[in-house]
């Protein structure tokens, strides 16, 4: 078999969209963040969804989901 042309950093399609979709997430997050009337509430919550999104920058999809589940879970019961 031959080996691929691609780099090895290259991202997979579901790694590709799963990104996509974390950004539009950001975006998202900082539009909501714009209409916050107070300067300092708003700088801090900037600052705050910056510092997640950092934070989480290297987690995997196994980690994600398992995080997204946890809370989900423990309410049910």
């Known amino acids: 078999m ?8 290259t991202l997979t399609l579901k790694q590709f969209l799963r990104r996509q979709q974390v ?4 975006r998202r997050i900082l539009q909501a963040i714009r209409q916050v009337p107070n300067d300092s509430d708003r700088k801090y919550l ?5 510092e997640e999104f950092k934070r989480n920058k290297s987690a995997t999809e196994e980690v994600r989901t398992r995080s997204w589940l946890r809370p989900r879970l423990k309410r049910k019961t």
């Open 46 to 50: 900037k600052d705050w969804a910056r």
């Open 23 to 26: 950004l539009l997430l950001y």
């Open 2 to 9: 031959a080996a691929s042309r691609l780099p090895p950093a």
